[in-house]
């Protein structure tokens, strides 16, 4: 919802802290690389979306949005 909001530095705060409390979260890790790409920090993004990955085959019952 922030991102949708164009509060993208908003967003990336709100989902570091949310992977605080759940570093597995596959979903959080790829919203956060989609935001990140968003403000061209694509190597953070990168970094978040194999994480992501790598959650979701681990979890394969797992959906990404």
Same mark, same amino acid.
């Given at each position: 919802? *922030? &991102?949708? @909001? %164009?509060?993208?530095? /908003?967003?990336? &705060?709100?989902? #570091?802290?949310? *992977?605080?409390? /759940?570093?597995?979260? &596959? =979903?959080?890790? %790829?919203?956060?690389?989609?935001?990140?790409? &968003?403000? %061209? #920090?694509?190597? =953070?993004?990168?970094?978040?979306? !194999?994480?992501?990955? =790598?959650?979701? !085959? #681990?979890?394969?019952?797992? @959906?990404?949005?």
């Amino acid at each position: 919802i *922030l &991102a949708n @909001q %164009g509060k993208l530095t /908003d967003s990336v &705060a709100h989902y #570091r802290d949310a *992977l605080k409390s /759940d570093p597995d979260d &596959a =979903e959080t890790h %790829g919203n956060l690389g989609t935001v990140l790409s &968003a403000m %061209g #920090r694509n190597d =953070e993004a990168a970094n978040h979306f !194999r994480k992501a990955d =790598e959650l979701k !085959r #681990r979890k394969p019952g797992i @959906q990404m949005r």
